[in-house]
């Protein structure tokens, strides 16, 4: 580029540029970036012009990236990363700083973390808002490419870059309506095996983890319904006499609505751990170190207020 169009250049096109290349899509872009849709549209067009390139073209039902736009992500991402970094240096203030957190986080995490979250930031950085968005298939992919800040989830294995550190532990617990039949007795195995069952499956593939515990075991269960949410599953089975095995903290919400009881499953499912993950690049940086804080202190509220 020459060395004339580095001086006209306006940097808040680069910032727009970034969110219409995520978004792939000018309204939804014009929302993350705070203006209108109209002006949204006059960036695109600037940017255009700047590139010489449609950057964003017709496809099946929505916008696709050119061939220029995908070259360009991965430089744009490095320049607007090595800009915030030197705007930051090591001046850091939550009370006065602005802008968006974006957690990837499913809706259960959501449910029960988000509140205290909020809280904390309520208190210490009350000009700062959160993007809460489910991770789907490709969330370390959005931590690499600096699309999220941080992820909260179940996490195995992490990829190279990746750095994580636990959250709380969780246990899961069978809910049924209140008055459901099946409390007439003792909830054994085999009264468990005889229920119909609701099963949360965000992907739409792979077994649930009871699933895999009765299958060591040699026995099966009838999943009556699989829906992709959590609370679209508690909704249901507050309504219906099928019943669900869930994390222990969405079932203290769903308890408060006093429509459910809750009881441990007769199997034994082990703990599991949640995982706060963020990528190597945000470990020194000032307003990622208080984010990693303030997350794991939300999580540290959670926990006690279960206790209580």
């Known amino acids: 580029m020459r060395e004339v169009d580095l001086r006209r250049l306006d940097l808040n096109l680069l910032v727009a540029l970034e969110a219409l290349l995520d978004e792939k899509n000018v309204t939804r872009a014009a929302q993350r970036l ?76 959501a449910a029960v973390l988000a509140p205290h979250l909020l809280a904390r930031l309520a208190r210490e950085a009350p000009s700062l ?27 195995d294995d992490a990829p190279v870059g990746i750095q994580r550190r636990r959250l709380y532990d969780e246990q899961l617990v069978t809910i049924m309506r209140a008055n459901h039949p099946a409390l007439a007795g003792k909830l054994t195995l085999d009264r468990f095996l005889a229920l119909e069952h609701i099963v949360v499956s965000v992907t739409g593939v792979g077994a649930a983890p009871v699933d895999e515990v009765l299958a060591r075991m040699g026995r099966t269960r009838r999943v009556k319904l699989r829906v992709p949410n959590f609370f679209a599953a508690v909704e249901i089975a507050a309504r219906s006499d099928l019943v669900m095995t869930l994390p222990a903290s969405l079932a203290r919400v769903a308890a408060d609505m006093r429509r459910f009881v809750s009881l441990p499953p007769p199997l034994d499912l082990g703990r599991f751990t949640m995982s706060l993950a963020w990528h190597a690049r945000q470990q020194d940086a000032p307003r990622h170190i208080w984010l990693r804080r303030m997350i794991v202190a939300a999580a540290a509220d959670m926990s006690e207020e279960a206790a209580s």
């Not at 995908?70 to 744009?76: D, F, G, I, S």
Request: zero cysteines; a negative charge; hydrophobic letters at 45%.
């Open 34 to 109: 705070g203006m209108s849709q109209p002006a949204a549209s006059r960036a695109l067009g600037r940017l255009r012009a700047l590139f010489s390139d449609a950057l964003l073209v017709d496809g099946p039902g929505s916008y696709v990236l050119s061939a220029r736009a995908e070259e360009l992500r991965p430089a744009l991402r490095r320049i607007l990363a090595g800009v915030s970094e030197m705007l930051e240096g090591n001046a850091f203030d939550p009370a006065t700083t602005t802008g968006r957190i974006r957690l990837l986080m499913q809706d259960l995490q």
């Open 129 to 155: 808002d959160l993007d809460i968005v489910a991770p789907g298939t490709n969330g370390f992919e959005a931590l690499e490419h600096g699309t999220a800040d941080a992820m909260v989830a179940l996490i």
